[in-house]
């Protein structure tokens, strides 16, 4: 296949585990409990992205679809610094596109954002582009009848079109997804269980490389390869610094 980038996650450990890193002309997904490193992750992407190709990076341009608010430009400014990277010119390399309308015509926009976007892929080189998140917009229930619905036909459509993107323009393509939260009979409280992505079938099909993230001690997060072809189920344990991802 066509010169396949692997840039780098700031952690050599996570690196490792993923073959390099997060591999262009393909889909990365990334899927934990809250607080378990996804948005951190994808904001130091962001700017080792950019990097020269000699130092793992993709020395290209980032788009990031923020469906929650939760793209934070002073994180990138401490990030870039830690990579010896001028801020400001890191984050006019950053497409920010937000998201967050009704719920309706957020699934809507959330589309019509990705011909924009490769609108200006056309015109300028791209590297990365992250959905963060790529499922809130398009919850599903399980009990079956969900999974035929016409979110799921929404979120279908949605991963097709990252996945076209993806081998179009050389891209690596990262996308943040929660888990499965069930009731637990008491009024208003659920259950996590951080070893089920949401999404079923759609992100399972559309995903090439899945990592599941959960807390570990203190700052440290630990990643492990989940359901993949190509990757052994290994581990990897990293840690959030206020440079981003580092070992
Ligand atoms: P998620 O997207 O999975 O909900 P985040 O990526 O937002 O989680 O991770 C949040 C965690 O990242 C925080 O709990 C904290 O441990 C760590 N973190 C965030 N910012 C910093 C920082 N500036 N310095 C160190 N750790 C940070």
Redesign the pocket.
């Given at each position: 296949r066509k010169n396949l980038i692997h840039i780098t996650t700031g952690s050599s450990a996570l690196d490792e585990l993923l073959g390099g890193g997060i591999e262009t002309s393909s889909i990365t997904e990334v899927f934990?409990?809250?607080?378990?490193?996804?948005?951190?992750?994808?904001h130091t992407l962001c700017v080792t992205a950019q990097l020269p190709k000699s130092v793992n990076g993709a020395e290209g341009r980032v788009a990031y679809i923020d469906t929650e608010n939760?793209f934070r430009p002073e994180?990138i400014v401490?990030i870039a610094e830690r990579f010896e990277l001028d801020p400001e010119e890191v984050l006019d390399n950053i497409l920010v596109a937000r998201a967050y309308t009704s719920e309706h015509q957020r699934q809507i926009l959330q589309i019509e954002l990705l011909v924009h976007i490769a609108a200006k892929m056309v015109e300028e080189t791209f590297g990365l582009l992250i959905v963060d998140s790529a499922t809130a917009l398009f919850r599903v229930d399980y009990s079956g009848r969900g999974e035929l619905s016409e979110r799921q036909q929404k979120l279908n459509r949605f991963m097709s079109q990252l996945l076209k993107l993806s081998e179009q323009f050389n891209l690596a393509v990262f996308i943040?997804n929660q888990v499965m939260s069930t009731p637990d009979g008491s009024a208003g409280m659920f259950v996590v269980d951080p070893k089920k992505p949401v999404g079923g079938h759609v992100i399972a099909h559309a995903s090439t490389t899945r990592i599941m993230?959960r807390k570990g001690r203190g700052?440290q997060r630990v990643a492990k390869i989940y359901d993949s072809p190509m990757l052994a189920e290994n581990e990897a344990t990293f840690e959030?610094?206020?440079g981003g991802v580092i070992d």
């Open positions: 934990g409990e809250f607080r378990s490193g996804k948005t951190q992750l994808a939760c994180r401490e943040t993230l700052e959030v610094s206020s």
